[in-house]
């Protein structure tokens, strides 16, 4: 029962740095590459934002897209939103989304 107990809560540890991990990784992807437009919050209230009239993350709009369509805008662009695919892989997108618009948590991926 002791061994149990140990591995369970050598996963759990090992979980949990795990998603801190992405966690770090995906706030350091959107700051360098996202917030420019979109912001802090996301709420894209920027000057960047506001010229190229960015959509909030927030908005009901954005909230509505499936994962899938998140990830396909994010990697084609739409508008005066530019193309990632070439830049951020598939993992990367997937995680800034996960972290800024809470699409799926990380225990769900690991």
Not at 39 to 65: C, I, V
Not at 84 to 91: I, S
Request: proline fraction near 3%.
């Amino acid at each position: 029962m002791k061994f149990i107990r140990r591995i369970s809560a050598i996963l759990f540890c090992t979980i949990a740095v795990a998603c801190a991990s992405a966690e770090q990784k995906a706030a350091s992807v959107y700051k360098t590459s996202c917030a420019q437009c979109h912001g802090a919050t996301g709420e894209a209230d920027t000057p960047a934002g506001k010229a190229f009239n960015a959509r909030s993350l927030k908005s009901p709009e954005a909230l509505k897209m499936s994962d899938e369509e998140m990830l396909a805008l994010t990697k084609k662009g739409k508008g005066k939103m530019p193309a990632w695919e070439e830049v951020l892989t598939d993992d990367q997108l997937k995680d800034v989304i996960a972290y800024k618009i809470g699409r799926a948590s990380c225990r769900e991926r690991v």
